[in-house]
């Protein structure tokens, strides 16, 4: 079964600082991988995607993901967060189509 | 366009009352999926479809759950009976055949 490891429950970094979320995998295929982002009283909006070809993809609001299949990880990372980029991350696994597997998050907290 | 809409946004119900949730796709999108998401945790799939037809039910908890989308449009997810275990959010995504899934901003649900 498909599951996705999210190490960090909670990051505090300062604004204008580069901001790295970790994610780890585990499937037994080639991955469907994705970062979805949750802000306080929102639905889930969809930062990023990984299907297959260049393992670094870029993303909305300034984001991008490394996809490594020999760590199985596809971080989520950002040169320079922003106050709003305040919320909480989540990393998922899919199989075409199908469900979706998703980690159980990161809150990424902002500090001035 | 219109995003994924779910009605109602809150819903407060008596222990072993029965609720329906609503989830209107995007319009056109052949795939419809529900997850539960409890405080603190990742969305946890319950349920999907292809247009009417009911893909995968192996998420659902127990047979107290069901859902239905009868004309390939809205859905509906049906807990019957409700438990106070039953409070959580409850997503409604949709996707096309790009494998991405939109998110719908969810239904609270409170079983008191």
Same mark, same amino acid.
Request: proline content about 6%; overall charge negative; some cysteine.
């Given at each position: 079964?498909?599951?996705?490891?999210?190490?960090?429950? =909670?990051?505090?970094?300062?604004?204008?600082?580069?901001?790295?979320? @970790?994610?780890?995998?585990?499937?037994g295929a080639t991955p469907y991988l994705f970062w979805y982002v949750q802000s306080p009283g929102q639905g889930l909006q969809l930062l990023l995607k990984y299907f297959s070809g260049d393992t670094l993809v870029q993303g909305i609001k300034g984001f991008e993901a490394e996809f490594k299949r020999s760590q199985?990880?596809?971080?989520? @990372?950002?040169?320079?967060? =922003?106050?709003?980029?305040?919320a909480e991350y989540f990393c998922a696994v899919g199989e075409g189509n199908e469900k979706l597997t998703f980690g159980t998050g990161t809150r990424l907290t902002i500090i001035p | 366009g219109a995003g994924v809409s779910q009605s109602p946004r809150y819903k407060v119900t008596k222990r072993g009352q029965d609720v329906a949730l609503r989830c209107d796709p995007i319009s056109g999108?052949?795939?419809?999926?529900?997850?539960?998401?409890?405080?603190? *945790?990742?969305?946890?799939?319950?349920t999907?479809?292809?247009?009417?037809?009911? *893909?995968?039910?192996?998420?659902?908890?127990?047979?107290?759950?069901?859902?239905?989308?009868?004309?390939?449009?809205?859905?509906?997810?049906?807990? *019957?009976?409700?438990?106070q275990r039953d409070s959580a959010m409850y997503r409604c995504a949709s996707s096309s055949n790009s494998?991405?899934?939109?998110?719908?901003?969810?239904?609270r649900l409170t079983v008191t």
């Open positions: 079964a498909q599951s996705v490891t999210q190490p960090d429950i =909670h990051i505090t970094v300062s604004e204008g600082a580069s901001l790295e979320l @970790r994610c780890n995998y585990s499937y199985s990880s596809f971080n989520l @990372r950002k040169p320079s967060v =922003h106050w709003s980029d305040a | 999108h052949v795939s419809l999926y529900w997850y539960r998401q409890a405080l603190g *945790q990742g969305p946890e799939f319950l999907y479809f292809n247009y009417e037809a009911q *893909q995968d039910k192996s998420g659902l908890p127990n047979d107290r759950f069901s859902a239905e989308r009868p004309e390939g449009s809205i859905s509906t997810l049906t807990i *019957q009976r409700t438990e494998y991405e899934q939109y998110f719908g901003p969810g239904t």
